[in-house]
């Protein structure tokens, strides 16, 4: 299953679970060097002499992700065929090879370690600093006691900078070794074929799965790098604002606090990280020190009876309260918060004698939008004028209106004495301004239309491999959210399945509204590094309904046979129009991100610039790209004066249907703009910059035919450009 994600919210609870993901990690990574210490050692060995079974050292490695699993184990079976003819030394193993592996460990792992040893640093620091500072006697000179809170705060403040840093970086280097490690393997089986003798026949036979291999690592690299802009800027803004992106905890309240510990004639603070849970006012202690970075004895928990606040007067101690369980009246426990702001918050938490203060009066402000009679009738009357006036506008849903105009539509459409009065068929509103009011309706909710409760099981769904199960599992998860919002989903994607199947027109395809709409319909509680790296699935999801929306809504989930759940009777798709695209990498193409002042729809907006790159697991609809004149329309509309929400450039869907008589031009040659994996026998696999000979059109609309080391097949008319 891989590691476990390191959120930074964590870094500023610093709770026992967050150190041991941590944990898990830097083993990992010590792991991982002394495997490429290993490595290196084994290569120069094969270097010089070629004794050494190729594929040994290549076995121990297990990396996260299956595919490159296979590919390690795909090397070690032709370095195993290999072994045999061991007769040329090779000239240029240590520059493809042993370099690129010792830099990444002395440049990646190195750089972790010394994050880790200026971490380690910090937490000793802090905690030090911390626990002296609560020793301080209430009784000291209130300057001194000021003096000695702001000491505190900013060596705090700089140990969640140097905890967040970290975590960036052992973050950075578990991605980065996925790509970085398997080229200088990849380079160094390409320089090693050229010096054997049957060297040749093996290229020949490695060559399908060298092609497949390149396109992953390329799509490996290409998410990390708009991945990790994307978690670099999560970071600055939790340094800018910690107090803004706080995790959202299962508990009412969690965090460090030292209990006094009484025993014959003195009394000792003890460190414990607690839990408290409102509904069963249960509070939960785990002894736990994070300097020594492990957990100490087993967790204790209670029923609470009481909360009070310490006066100050009757303990040297500040911030302290006292509590009491249920099942040992009479007895007070005294604990001591880290700050007077941490006392009133467990106070509050827990119901003490303490004035109680609303800490949420940002959130207070009700949203406007509601799934009410008023806002269906409106998003009714919204759809149909798109429908009617606009259904065929180019980049309809992704070209953005004026905010001041989406605004005054809004409040005149929501409110009751003006609804009426609005008419929609005056030139007065385009149908950008209805299409930016109908997405900034659904981001007015309260909560998303798919709902907080169901984001992760509709995205878990989205993973699944089984196509058929995939479409089971989010038709019975739709049939279990609230009716109202059950009922707006199916109005809204009855919809879009009409706005796409007008594509041709307005070049909005079923993948591209998934990606105007997936963010804003299943976004996500908090913005965390997990919820960036869901985003297409998102996508996904939104796809699934529209091109399903008929069965899905109409008909009742059909039940699971079998144990697992995952074989299910449902009806295959009837058309091909909106078959998957057979090429499963698509070019990658960079959206621009519109300035809004609405920070929910700049957050949407700014996920749907992402690089939407398909994998295995994502099989989004295709633009049915079939002539040379929607291709040159789609340019223009790319380059309009408007702004976007992004569009996606997708394979052309092959129709079966054969016979249809086209105008064939005189062979070409051409070069390929993006990489393809063919999904057919009749399809050809090829890279970026593959040039082909003999390339003339075919009698599948929107594809070309071409010749390819000697052998002939399709290509997408939009991945190739003639020379």
Not at 604 to 626: F, I
Request: with cysteine; charged share 30%.
């Amino acid at each position: 299953m891989g590691l476990p994600a390191l959120e930074f919210s964590d870094c500023y609870l610093d709770s026992p679970q967050f150190r041991d993901r941590l944990k898990s990690h830097e083993l990992e990574l010590d792991k991982t060097n002394k495997f490429i210490k290993e490595l290196i050692k084994d290569g120069k060995a094969l270097i010089q002499a070629l004794k050494s079974k190729s594929s040994i050292f290549l076995w121990g490695f297990k990396p996260d992700t299956h595919d490159l699993a296979g590919s390690l184990q795909e090397f070690a079976g032709v370095l195993q065929n290999l072994e045999d003819e061991r007769t040329r030394m090779i000239e240029n193993a240590d520059d493809v090879l042993i370099t690129p592996l010792e830099r990444f460990r002395k440049e990646q792992i190195g750089a972790a370690k010394e994050a880790k040893k200026k971490y380690d640093k910090e937490t000793e620091k802090y905690c030090g600093v911390l626990e002296k500072h609560l020793s301080l006697s209430a009784k000291k000179k209130e300057s001194h006691l000021h003096e000695a809170d702001s000491q505190v705060d900013s060596v705090r403040q700089h140990f969640y900078e140097v905890s967040l840093e970290y975590v960036f970086k052992v973050q950075e280097v578990q991605e980065r070794k996925m790509f970085e490690f398997v080229e200088p393997l990849l380079a160094f089986l390409q320089g090693l074929f050229t010096y054997y003798h049957h060297g040749y026949e093996l290229a020949k036979d490695f060559n399908h799965f060298k092609t497949d291999l390149t396109i992953s690592i390329q799509n490996t690299r290409n998410r990390f790098e708009s991945t990790r802009s994307e978690v670099e800027s999560l970071m600055k803004k939790m340094k800018e604002n910690p107090h803004e992106h706080k995790s959202i905890s299962p508990h009412t309240m969690e965090g460090y606090l030292f209990i006094q510990e009484k025993r014959s004639f003195v009394s000792t603070w003890v460190k414990y990280y607690c839990t408290y849970q409102r509904d069963s006012k249960r509070l939960s202690m785990v002894l736990f020190d994070q300097k020594s970075g492990g957990k100490i004895g087993e967790e204790e928990s209670f029923i609470l009876k009481s909360c009070t606040r310490r006066k100050t007067d009757s303990i040297e101690k500040r911030f302290c309260f006292d509590v009491e369980a249920v099942d040992r009246p009479g007895v007070m426990i005294t604990m001591q918060a880290l700050s007077e702001e941490d006392r009133r918050l467990w106070m509050e938490a827990m119901d003490g004698r303490e004035p109680v203060y609303n800490l949420n009066q940002d959130n207070q402000n009700e949203a406007m939008a509601q799934l009410d009679v008023i806002g269906f009738n409106v998003i009714k009357k919204f759809i149909y004028a798109v429908e009617t006036r606009g259904i065929d506008e180019q980049g309809l849903y992704r070209i953005v209106g004026v905010n001041s105009r989406v605004q005054k539509l809004l409040s005149l459409a929501m409110d009751p004495k003006t609804f009426a009065d609005v008419e929609l068929d005056s030139s007065e509103w385009e149908i950008k301004t209805i299409t930016s009011s109908i997405k900034h309706y659904l981001r007015m909710l309260p909560a998303p239309l798919m709902t907080y409760q169901y984001q992760r099981s509709f995205i878990k769904a989205a993973k699944l491999d089984n196509p058929e199960a995939r479409v089971a599992e989010i038709h019975s998860i739709v049939h279990r959210l609230p009716e109202k919002n059950k009922q707006m989903l199916e109005l809204l994607m009855k919809h879009l399945a009409n706005v796409a199947s007008h594509h041709q027109q307005n070049l909005m395809t079923v993948a591209n509204l998934g990606v105007v709409f997936g963010p804003t319909l299943l976004r996500p509680q908090e913005e965390t590094v997990a919820a960036i790296m869901d985003i297409k699935f998102q996508n996904i999801v939104v796809e699934i309904l529209i091109e399903n929306h008929d069965t899905i809504f109409k008909d009742t989930p059909a039940p699971a046979v079998g144990p697992t759940g995952l074989q299910l009777n449902l009806p295959r798709r009837k058309s091909t129009e909106n078959k998957a695209p057979s090429c499963s990498e698509r070019p990658l193409t960079l959206f621009r991100t519109p300035t809004h002042p609405d920070k929910d729809k700049a957050l949407t907006d700014k996920r749907n610039s992402v690089v939407m790159n398909s994998s295995s697991e994502s099989q989004p609809t295709s633009l049915n790209c079939n002539s040379t004149h929607n291709w040159s329309k789609l340019n223009n509309l790319s380059s309009g004066d408007g702004e976007q929400d992004g569009l996606l450039l997708a394979r052309p869907n092959r129709p079966r249907a054969r016979g249809q008589r086209v105008f064939t031009p005189p062979p070409r040659k051409a070069r390929a703009l993006y990489a393809c994996k063919a999904e057919h026998d009749s399809e050809l696999s090829f890279i970026a910059g593959t040039i082909f000979e003999n390339v003339h059109p075919s009698r599948e609309p929107g594809w070309l035919e071409g010749t390819l080391d000697g052998r002939t097949g399709l290509i997408p008319e939009n991945y190739v450009e003639f020379m």
